[in-house]
């Protein structure tokens, strides 16, 4: 019996993480917007602020950095690179668009990881797998047809969000050896090394304002987003299956959409609503269904 209580409370403390996670997550568009930087600078402190934690958890879990074959650390500086132009694209993104498009075209990463299983087994969808595309191409269509119908720089986020969700995929598709010989801190700290002079660079390219007035929100996003948010989801995917992951995912869009309104008035009518939801519903059937595939 005492060991029944310790599962159950130890799934209770890991879906609290899980849903704890994403709602961090789904906090950062609107801190961006906070951000009296530029959006792009944004995303180059939130990894620059959040960096010597990731090292000091990757260090503190035992996790290595260094003395790793140099097939690992070319494959983790080329996810980094990947990554920090992922950001890039997505915080430019947040600033035009809705928050909820923003948070669901940026997740868009594993509905393009499942497509692109097909691709490399030269095979067609089946079962579940069909029902996953066609929401996530009539949920998409909707959203984008949504936002231009209200300005075309609102399409034009919504479309830097789907780019985002694009390069997110290329990023994990590139970590999958990796993946096996690093931890969960030592990755995200190792890739973020590599990010942070992209995002740096870009910002400047932009002619972005780089340092802050106000330097409040973007250590609030460093915090919530790279060490609690990632923090949290770290510790909850040990513990659940794909399915459980995917449903927790639907936590961000639903707190964006939240934060939209509350904050920014950003009112969704029933359509926006219908987009959502078949959007959000292929992000889980995708988690579930994505093929197993090399890059």
């Not at 704890?20 to 620059?48: E, K, M, T």
């Not at 096996?180 to 030592?186: D, N």
Request: proline share 5%; aromatic share 10%.
């Amino acid at each position: 019996m005492e060991h029944a209580d310790e599962g159950i409370r130890a799934r209770a403390l890991g879906f609290a993480a899980l849903i704890g996670g994403n709602v961090a997550l789904a906090c950062g568009p609107w801190l961006v917007r906070l951000a009296d930087s530029g959006p792009v600078s944004a995303g180059f402190w939130r990894l620059a602020l959040a960096l010597p934690f990731l090292f000091l958890f990757a260090r503190l879990n035992g996790q290595a950095v260094t003395g790793l074959p140099r097939k690992t650390y070319l494959a983790v500086a080329a996810a980094g690179v990947l990554f920090g132009f992922d950001i890039a694209s997505w915080h430019v993104g947040i600033g035009d668009t809705r928050l909820a498009n923003a948070v669901l075209f940026g997740n868009s990463g594993s509905i393009i990881l499942m497509v692109w299983g097909f691709v490399m087994l030269r095979r067609l969808p089946a079962g579940r797998e069909w029902p996953a595309i066609v929401a996530a191409i009539t949920g998409a269509a909707i959203l984008l047809g949504r936002s231009l119908e209200l300005s075309t720089a609102n399409l034009i986020g919504d479309l830097f969000c789907l780019l985002a969700g694009i390069l997110y995929a290329g990023y994990l598709l590139i970590l999958q050896d990796a993946r096996k010989q690093l931890g969960s801190w030592s990755l995200l700290a190792l890739a973020g090394l590599a990010s942070t002079p992209v995002l740096l660079g870009v910002a400047l390219l932009r002619g972005e304002p780089v340092w802050p007035t106000d330097w409040t929100p973007l250590l609030v996003l460093a915090f919530s987003s790279q060490i609690v948010g990632q923090g949290l989801l770290v510790y909850a995917l040990r513990l659940f299956p794909p399915l459980v992951i995917g449903i927790g995912l639907l936590t961000q869009p639903a707190v964006a959409a939240l934060v939209g309104w509350w904050v920014f008035d950003e009112l969704l009518v029933p359509l926006d609503l219908l987009g959502i939801v078949l959007v959000a519903s292929a992000l889980v059937l995708a988690k579930v269904v994505t093929p197993r595939v090399r890059a």
